[in-house]
Structure formats: C-alpha cells, structure tokens
C-alpha cells in the first residue's frame, strides 16, 4: 500500500544535493545530472503532476569557477560561492527545462522568509500561484545573503518545510546512497531497509554523517530529521537515488519510504517548531506548565516568573520550566523590556495599572507550538 502512495501522489516536492548535481569538490555542475532530474520533472509534469524542485548546487557550481577545490568553511567565502554558482545553477535548469518547453523558476528563500507570518504566506501564495502557472519552482536558501543566525541549515529540513507550506502530497530526497540502511552501507552485511513505518524505529540505527563528495552541507542525519519533520506533519517522504527515482515513483521497491505519522499540523506551527529561532526565553511556574502542556491553553504574564533575552513583539521564543527544559515555542505579543513589570500580575490587574493593550496573552494559544 505504500508504494501505491507513492505512485498517486499528485503533488510532489523533490529535493536534489549538491553531490549529486556536482560530484567531487571542486568540478563543474554535472549537467547529465541536471538533465536527468528536469527529465523526471517534466515526465511527472506530462503525467499531470505537479513539482517543486528543492536544489542545492549554488555554493558548489561557484567553486570552479572560483578556483576553489573544497567548500569553503567561512561565512563570507560561502557567500561569495553561492553568488557565482546561483546564476549558474538556475540557468543549467531553465536550459534543460527548455528541452520539454517546461518553464523553471528561481525562488531563494532566507529563514525569515517563513518564520515571520505575512512573509510565510507571501512565500506560500507565491508558490502556489507558480505551480497553478504550470512552472515547476526551483528553490534554494538564500545563501549568498544569509547569516548563519538566519538560516535553515541545510536544503532537506528546508525541503521537508517547503512540502509542508504547499500541501505537498510526497516529499522525495535525492542523495548518492540508495536508501537508509540497517547500518553503514560500507559495512559488510548491512541491508537497505525498504520502509520506516514509525521514527521510533530509526532510534537504534548508526546514521553517517556528511557525503565524501566534500561539496554537501548535510548528509543522512539531515535527512532523518527532515523524515521526522514531513511525516510529523502527515507527509510520507521516499528516500532514494537520482538513477533510482523514475521507478521509485512509479511504485517500485527501491529506496526508503518513510510513513506519515500523523494528521497534518497548520503550516505556521511547523515554521514555528522546526524553522523559527529563538530570541529569548520565558520561564513558567508549575502551574502555567501543566496548563500549556495540558490544557493547550494560552499563556498569560501571571504565569511567568522570569524573562530572559533581548526581543520585539512578534518574535520567537521558547517557554520553558523552572528546571530550564523547554516545553514550547511561541510568538511573544510583547518587547522583553514591558514584560518585568508584568510578571505573576492578571490581565485585569495589569488593565487597571497599565492600560487596556495590557489585558492580553503573552503568547497565545493559536501562536505557540509544544516540542
């Protein structure tokens, strides 16, 4: 039956890693790599489904070009990669789309793209109004602007948020292994596990880290944790390889397919849980835990004892115990400088002493998200 998901799926993100657009550190975009991905696109596309590709490959296409032979470690160097290798990148996909008369569209996203509510939807109707347009959108981080305060990360746990904001029905990822394996797949032994049909199930394997190719920033941790993200969020995402995916998606036996655990969550919550950094933190009695933990309730000053770190209304941040674990993730409705005077009051008390803007949550139930 799993495969048979896999198969319908009518609207399908795809994401690709730098190691499979560019093999070894330092070489040119491989552009068979990139033909092959746009074939399978535009074959899904004919089949009259819809893609949203998630590519990585900015950083290393500048590599050559810039006559570095590794991915550079420093912020700025990076930078100045992705800059080069961003125009080289979008324009190898629009060349090979042009071959099936499908357009491609560049869409650069920065983690405050979709933390911040109106920027999340402006980036959701952007999307959607691409994909009714019939062109496939190319995504990428935003890279050669991003801070490394401001950024996803790596292009799975971007994907997997991406599949999320447009109602993705699969979520695909690419990589140069083909599939999760019972152990290191250099191991003698080790067996290709064909579905992981709860996370729970992934606690005892020994997952690599990043992909010898030298130009990735992720590797299978990354993709275990964006498997735990889309089917958290009630998306089944296929784990396999760009020679595999064609007969991955029509069904066969190959690569890994991860089952959705749940109903799907709004979109805003998921941001919040897994994009959103925090800003600063409030502590909660006994009392404020038991509720939000329990009661799914709002969060009001009277149950805060402590504020800690510097933010403006709107920000993200966490909600935690007197013993510091976090409980949750919020969007505060306060700066952190009104909020001493505001600590262990009632709203009605806090109304008569400071005025009717005072007579509300501190984070409200429809803005906070339990971890």
Not at 1 to 8: D, G, K
Not at 39 to 63: F, M, P, R
Not at 257 to 284: C, E, M, N, Q, V
Not at 339 to 363: F, H, W
Request: glycine letters at 10%; hydrophobic letters at 45%; proline letters at 3%.
């Amino acid at each position: 039956m799993s495969r048979e998901l896999v198969a319908s799926a009518k609207r399908i993100v795809i994401k690709v890693g730098s190691s499979t657009l560019t093999g070894k550190a330092g070489s040119a975009l491989d552009i068979n790599a990139v033909n092959a991905l746009v074939d399978c696109v535009s074959h899904l596309k004919a089949e009259g489904k819809e893609v949203v590709v998630v590519s990585s490959g900015a950083i290393a296409a500048g590599l050559a070009p810039l006559k570095l032979t590794a991915r550079p470690k420093d912020l700025a160097t990076q930078q100045a990669a992705a800059s080069v290798g961003q125009g080289l990148l979008i324009a190898s996909y629009n060349e090979s789309f042009s071959r099936h008369e499908v357009i491609a569209s560049q869409v650069l996203l920065t983690i405050e793209d979709v933390v911040r509510r109106s920027h999340y939807q402006n980036a959701q109707r952007t999307l959607f109004r691409l994909i009714q347009l019939g062109v496939v959108p190319v995504i990428n981080e935003n890279d050669s602007v991003g801070t490394s305060e401001i950024r996803f990360g790596d292009n799975d746990r971007l994907a997997a948020l991406v599949s999320h904001l447009i109602g993705a029905d699969l979520l695909v990822l690419l990589t140069d292994i083909n599939g999760l394996y019972d152990a290191p797949p250099s191991h003698g032994g080790s067996q290709r596990i064909s579905e992981i049909k709860s996370m729970r199930d992934v606690g005892d394997l020994e997952i690599g880290g990043v992909g010898s190719s030298g130009v990735g920033s992720g590797g299978m941790i990354t993709k275990i944790e964006a498997a735990r993200i889309a089917t958290g969020a009630g998306i089944p995402m296929l784990l396999t390889t760009l020679a595999d995916v064609g007969d991955a998606l029509r069904g066969d036996d190959l690569g890994t397919y991860f089952h959705a655990s749940s109903d799907r969550k709004p979109s805003r919550l998921l941001w919040l849980a897994h994009a959103a950094t925090p800003h600063g933190r409030l502590i909660l009695d006994k009392g404020a835990v038991l509720a939000i933990r329990e009661r799914g309730v709002s969060l009001l000053p009277a149950g805060v004892t402590a504020v800690e770190g510097t933010f403006i209304a709107g920000d993200t941040v966490e909600l935690a115990s007197q013993t510091g674990d976090v409980i949750a993730r919020g969007l505060v409705a306060f700066d952190s400088d009104e909020i001493p005077q505001m600590l262990g009051r009632s709203t009605k008390e806090l109304a008569a002493a400071l005025g009717p803007e005072y007579e509300r949550e501190l984070v409200h139930r429809d803005d906070l998200v339990l971890l």
